[in-house]
Structure formats: structure tokens, C-alpha cells
């Protein structure tokens, strides 16, 4: 028992914070196309501008930057434009110094497990706690140079932290590297650069509360028709009043249409982004605005009818339904599902996995879902694990984050089961954790107790 990890306490996760639902631009003529991809353009190469300014400032930015900043491309697009670019772009500081500090984590974790496993005698078979030393004497020298390395790429990134310093790629830097591996990714010249354009392109508008439909910049009407205003360099291309360019297709939302419309209706705050799908050569616009938190319910409350309780698999959800005390009854159910292919199938999956688990939730008339707190953040990397590279494919493939996410948000909007209950191992609540005959998560799938 004392080589067990120690089982957290359990917690009720909230609801989600957010909607965003995309439907598809129809019937677009080619002066509208025009129009996009120069607003588009237009507004990327000044957000490209800003974000260089806002990257160079650093930790030294402050309002009075910001504001600076916005006066500058007011008279190059207008004062919501400007607004939407300078937040997008501080927006995007902030995510790179996240990602920054994560990758720190990752570097220090990886330096660590090397010079413990460096430490030991070579040919030292690990425990549960932690691995051996490593197999060979060429392994070992190998090793240390990786571990001098790390250690210099580690002293790097803290320099850049202190400083202030990040490096961002508009577009993505995978599109930006797949330049170089053009025959690799079956992409020609021509086909990269409409990706690329396409990716650096802005056209997005935060909502606005009080004003028309909720967006005076990109604006919906009830009956569908889209409309934007123009940044000044192209209110030539105007073809409505107060240099607005009317769209000739019609925007239908059909999941959660009803709430897109409520909410224009009464003018409340809509958020609207612009794109185009190379691959399919079709335009789509997202909608997306914030929904008020929902009021989360004790955990007594949550098991009180009982609760599923979920383990993740590689390829499959098993899951029991549990009485109060954390006893399984009946018998379980598996949900498979399929993880190759490309993003948007692994996607779909997942979504059809976790749609029958709620029906089968809803079904019990249960409350309440428990499932595993997985991170394997610090469990996937190669130093721990060496040349199990099986083993490491197997927990990055899983997609933990996502899947919890999307049960959260799900069971919360569409099946009634307002709270989902997270915990790391075992079914809890008052009364509950480490009660004589309770059920642990881990002893059906491949939990083993944690």
C-alpha cells in the first residue's frame, strides 16, 4: 500500500462558460469572396503589425501602450476593428507566455527524471515510484549530452520568460513549417500559400451589449442577412449605407438557433468570426457568446440517486452505474470508439461515445457522472519512459482533455445532467471515499487504483 499514489479528493466540475455554433456561407458571389479576402487581408497584415508592436513591448506594456496602439489602427480600419485586433493580439501574448511556462514545466520534468535515472547504477531496474538506471553504458553516455542539452534549451527559455520574450507565429507554425516539407505534406506551392493567406487572415468581431443585434461591426439579422462594416481604406466597396457590405448569403444556425436568435434579438452581446475552409473551398462564419455560470450542486447532492462512474480507455469508455455507498449495479457497458484518422473523424467519435454514454446516463436517471481526472502531461515524455514508444503512443493518443470538456459541456446543455463529478480513482462524497465495500474506478479498465 505505501507504493499507491495517493487518491485526491473529489469535485464537482462546472458547467461550461460558453457557446459557439458555425454555419456554412451559401451562395456567396464572387464580388463577396473579393470583398472578404480584402478585408481579410487588410486587417491580418494589421493585426501581423500589432502583434509584432505588442510582442516587443513585452513585460513593459501597459494601457497607455495599448491605447497608443489602438489610436494607430483606428485610421486604418475603424475603432471596433482596432479594438478586436489589439485584444486578439494581447490575447495571443498571453497564450504564448502560458505555453511558455508549460514547456518550462515539461523541460525541468524531463531534466530531472535524466539525472535521477544518471544517479543510478547502470542496469538498475526501476520501481513503481520511478524508473531505473539506464541498459547500457552507451545509453548512459548518450544521456548525458542530452541531459547538457536540455539543460542549455531550459536556461534559454527562462531567459526569454524573464525577459518578456515569446515567439509567435501567425497562421500556425506547423502551416509555416510544412513549407519546407511540401512534397512530404502533398501540398504544391500554390495550395501552401492559399493556406497560409487564408490563416493569417482577420476577421473576427467581439460582440457589443446594447448595440444593434449585438455586433455593430459584423451584424446578423433575425432573417439571416450578414452584413460588415467596412475598414475605411475599403469603404469604397460599400453597398449599403454607412459604409456596410451586405452579404448575398443567409446565415441559418441550425444548432442552437433558437438561442443564437434570442439572444440578437434583445441586443445582446454576439461574437462573430469569418473564415474559409482551403480544403473545401467553402466560407463559414461561428457565433459565439458567454452563458452564466450554473449554480453547481454539493457532491451529497450529486450521489444522492446514484451515480455512473467512467473509465478512460485507449479505445473504449467502460463505465457502472454505482448506488450511494459506490457499489457497482448491474452489469457495465463499454462505448467504443475509433482514435485514427484525421482530427475531425477522432472528433466525431469521441462526441458519439460520450452521446450514447448520456443517453445511458439519462436512461438510469442518474444525476451525476464520475470519471477520472487523467493528465498525462508528465507521464507521456520519453525520459520516463525510454523506448516504450507503444506505450508512450498509446496515453498521447488519448484525448483526455477534450473528452472531459466535452462531457462537461454536453451533459450540462443537452441531456439534463447539469453536473459532472471528476475525481482521480475513487467514486466520492460524504459517506463515500473509503467506504468498506465501495467500488474503486480503477479495478475494471486499466486504472489499477489510482
Not at 475603432?79 to 511558455?100: F, M, N, V, Y
Not at 520501481?127 to 539506464?134: A, D, H, L, S, V
Not at 502533398?186 to 457589443?208: N, S
Request: proline share 4%; glycine share 10%; hydrophobic share 40%.
Amino acid at each position: 500500500m505505501a507504493e499507491l499514489r495517493t487518491i485526491e479528493a473529489p469535485f464537482v466540475a462546472p458547467g461550461p462558460s460558453g457557446v459557439a455554433v458555425r454555419d456554412r456561407l451559401k451562395n456567396l458571389t464572387a464580388a463577396d469572396e473579393q470583398v472578404l479576402r480584402l478585408v481579410g487581408a487588410h486587417l491580418g497584415a494589421l493585426a501581423s503589425g500589432d502583434l509584432k508592436r505588442r510582442c516587443a513591448d513585452g513585460l513593459e506594456h501597459d494601457n497607455q501602450r495599448w491605447a497608443a496602439r489602438k489610436r494607430e489602427l483606428t485610421g486604418l480600419s475603424s475603432s471596433r476593428w482596432a479594438g478586436a485586433i489589439t485584444k486578439a493580439s494581447h490575447d495571443q501574448w498571453a497564450l504564448a507566455r502560458r505555453c511558455q511556462a508549460a514547456h518550462i514545466a515539461d523541460l525541468e520534468a524531463a531534466i530531472a527524471t535524466i539525472r535521477h535515472r544518471l544517479s543510478l547504477p547502470v542496469g538498475e531496474k526501476g520501481t513503481r515510484k520511478g524508473p531505473g538506471g539506464y541498459r547500457s553504458r552507451r545509453e548512459w553516455h548518450a544521456k548525458s549530452r542530452r541531459l547538457r542539452v536540455l539543460t542549455d534549451r531550459l536556461a534559454r527559455e527562462k531567459a526569454d520568460q524573464q525577459a518578456g520574450i515569446v515567439r509567435i507565429v501567425r497562421g500556425g507554425k506547423r502551416l509555416a513549417r510544412t513549407r519546407h516539407h511540401l512534397d512530404a505534406a502533398g501540398l504544391t506551392e500554390d495550395e501552401w500559400q492559399q493556406k497560409w493567406q487564408a490563416a493569417r487572415w482577420f476577421l473576427a468581431a467581439d460582440g457589443e451589449s446594447g448595440k444593434r443585434y449585438g455586433n455593430e461591426t459584423i451584424r446578423i439579422t433575425p432573417d439571416g442577412e450578414a452584413s460588415i462594416r467596412l475598414p475605411a481604406p475599403l469603404a469604397h466597396l460599400a453597398n449599403a449605407p454607412h459604409g456596410r457590405y451586405i452579404l448575398t448569403a443567409r446565415v441559418r444556425f441550425a444548432h442552437r438557433g433558437t438561442q443564437w436568435r434570442d439572444r440578437i434579438e434583445t441586443n445582446r452581446a454576439v461574437a462573430y468570426r469569418i473564415h474559409l475552409d482551403v480544403d473545401r473551398g467553402r466560407w463559414y462564419i461561428t457565433a459565439s457568446w458567454q452563458t452564466p455560470p450554473a449554480p453547481t450542486i454539493p457532491m451529497s447532492a450529486a450521489l444522492a440517486h446514484g451515480v455512473i462512474a467512467v473509465d478512460t480507455n485507449a479505445d473504449h469508455l467502460a463505465a457502472w452505474r454505482l448506488d450511494v455507498h459506490g457499489n457497482p449495479i448491474g452489469n457495465p457497458r463499454r462505448f467504443p470508439y475509433n482514435l485514427s484518422g484525421n482530427a475531425d473523424h477522432r472528433d466525431a467519435q469521441v462526441r458519439h461515445a460520450l452521446t450514447r454514454l448520456l443517453h445511458w446516463a439519462r436512461a438510469c436517471g442518474v444525476k451525476a457522472i464520475a470519471i477520472e481526472d487523467l493528465n498525462f502531461a508528465a507521464e507521456k515524455t520519453r525520459e520516463k519512459h525510454g523506448r516504450r514508444k507503444r506505450f508512450r503512443h498509446l496515453i498521447s493518443a488519448m484525448p483526455t482533455g477534450k473528452l472531459r470538456a466535452r462531457l462537461t459541456a454536453m451533459a450540462d446543455e443537452r441531456f439534463g445532467v447539469q453536473f459532472v463529478a471528476e475525481e482521480l480513482g475513487v467514486v466520492g462524497g460524504d459517506g463515500v471515499v473509503g467506504h468498506p465495500g465501495g467500488m474503486q474506478v480503477g479495478r475494471f479498465g486499466h486504472g489499477k487504483g489510482r
